[in-house]
């Protein structure tokens, strides 16, 4: 009889299963008691970002927020990298790109920033990509919206092991795809039950902002999320079916085998009383070209939001109302570099304005400020060469991933918060563990990390190990 991994190790009891899995995890200082970190939230830059623009900035300083214009590693140039070289071709046709001005000190002077990181194993896919970095587990999902981690996702240990609310643990990301796999495992004792509220921003809802100003219509989200049908006006009753698209879209009636997310009444009321609140709130819509400015420049004049703006501004509305202990998100417009390496890097400028963007906020809101550790990191890199497709006139053609060449593997993180070394910048080698053969940090350390400083470091190796894969290892170099 073949007997599970996780079976096996569950029927040791808690002490033979600790000496178990001992080589597998090195622990080299206890946290969680100490720290001042009681909030996480990780920061999964995808798309696909290569240090070599990134930290080399080979073609200029995309991320000046993140990096300053400084590069961080060597090979690709020296002193002051300039702004981003976009082909005149491509910069004569986009409409122009709407950024804050960068801050006076990158990020990374104020928090610490491993350069040499590895995505040391799996296929570098968004889903999978993404997926390590809500569990902490390198993985071989396949892209599918019903694909299941083996391996409890942080939202569900999070819940689990301090019995919070659905409204305690977030995942947002981009509207489409398969990430609502994300908020929740197929783990034995985890699952829905467990799972991270789930919220995936639509774009701007423009007529709901008539109904909110004029008064016609009260929002209703408690009778199948419509909106009453009296007086009857095409505008309204447009804006009433996509405030229901926006509800069904991050509530859906998946069959009782099929749930990601469940919840109990409280929670979901007040999720739904959230969504409502900011679609009947009009400064919804000014927001973007008044306070966040950043997107692109529409035709009018105004800002239009990018899908990474929007999701960063969700993110700080429900860091505001419900402060979280754990949020992830995931921004996704650098993804563009299959088929244009300059919107590649505009992508890169967008996120690091998000980026900063949030952070800002985090540090100007009381409860936050003080009690919030951030963790910014590619999900992975793309190839070392082009695939070929619409090369601009500096010959730079579009760029793919998923070979796991050293661009596709080779990532950095930034972290932030409390509990980090302000001012580090290193590259460690030499890092031993069994089962690792890169010889550094990897991606599955920055979740470890951040878990081991909100408290579940112990549970999070317990159940990596029990679900068969090697847990990571707690980043001392960034830490106080």
């Given at each position: ?54 930290l ?20 690709f140039?020296?002193g ?12 004569a ?11 006076a000190?990158?990020?990374?002077a104020d ?17 999978q990509?993404?997926?390590c ?22 939202f569900?240990l999070h ?28 783990a ?36 199948g ?10 505008a ?8 229901t698209a926006v509800l ?16 109990d009444?409280?929670d979901?009321a007040?999720?739904h ?18 306070a ?14 990018t ?16 402060q979280p ?19 590649y ?6 996120a ?18 003080d ?5 910014v990191?590619?999900?992975h890199?793309?190839?070392?060469f082009?695939?070929?497709?619409h ?25 932030l918060?409390p ?37 579940h ?9 029990l679900?068969?894969?090697?847990p ?9």
């Open positions: 009889m073949t007997l599970s991994r996780r079976k096996f190790l569950g029927g040791l009891g808690a002490a033979t299963a600790a000496a178990a899995i001992a080589p597998l995890v090195r622990t080299r200082r206890a946290w969680g008691g100490g720290n001042a970190t009681r909030r996480i939230v990780i920061v999964g830059i995808g798309g696909g970002l290569r240090t070599r623009e990134a080399g900035m080979a073609e200029g300083a995309t991320m000046p927020n993140l990096f300053g214009r400084v590069p961080l590693i060597g090979g140039g020296s002051d990298a300039g702004d981003p070289v976009i082909a005149p071709e491509y910069a046709a986009a409409p122009a790109l709407v950024l804050p001005p960068p801050r000190t990158p990020l990374h928090g610490a920033l491993v350069t040499n990181l590895r995505y040391a194993e799996g296929p570098p896919g968004h889903l990509g993404h997926a970095l809500v569990s902490g587990a390198y993985n071989q999902l396949e892209n599918r919206a019903d694909a299941r981690l083996p391996v409890p996702t942080i569900e819940r689990k092991a301090a019995g919070a609310p659905a409204t305690d643990a977030w995942y947002l990301n981009v509207p489409g795809g398969f990430y609502r796999a994300l908020s929740s495992s197929g034995p004792g985890y699952g829905p039950t467990y799972a991270g509220a789930y919220l995936s921003p639509p774009a701007l809802l423009s007529p709901l902002v008539s109904i909110a100003a004029t008064g016609v219509r009260d929002l209703d989200v408690s009778n999320f419509t909106l009453p049908t009296i007086p009857r006006d095409p309204e009753d447009a804006a009433a079916r996509g405030l069904d879209g991050n509530f859906p009636r998946y069959p009782a085998d099929g749930v990601t997310v469940r919840a009444e409280a979901v007040a999720i009383d959230h969504l409502a609140e900011i679609f009947a709130d009009p400064t919804y819509q000014a927001f973007f070209p008044d966040f400015g950043i997107g692109v420049r529409a035709d009018d004049g105004g800002v239009d939001a899908a990474d703006a929007l999701t960063v501004f969700h993110a700080e509305r429900v860091l505001a109302k419900f202990s754990v949020l992830a998100l995931t921004l996704l417009d650098i993804d563009a570099c299959h088929d244009s390496f300059n919107g890097l505009r992508g890169q400028q967008i690091d304005a998000c980026v900063a963007h949030l952070w800002r906020f985090i540090q100007s809101t009381d409860g936050l400020r009690e919030t550790t951030m963790i990191l590619p999900e890199g793309r190839h070392l082009g695939n070929g497709q090369p601009d006139s500096y010959g730079r053609s579009g760029i793919d991933h998923g070979q796991g060449d050293d661009g596709d593997r080779d990532v950095w993180m930034l972290a918060g509990d980090v070394a302000a001012g580090t910048v290193v590259a460690p080698t030499g890092v031993t563990q069994s089962g690792r053969s890169s010889g550094r940090y990897e991606t599955i350390d920055a979740v470890m990390t951040a878990m081991t400083l909100l408290g470091g112990d549970v999070m190796a317990s159940e990596l190990a679900g068969g894969a090697r990571g290892l707690v980043i001392e170099e960034v830490l106080r």
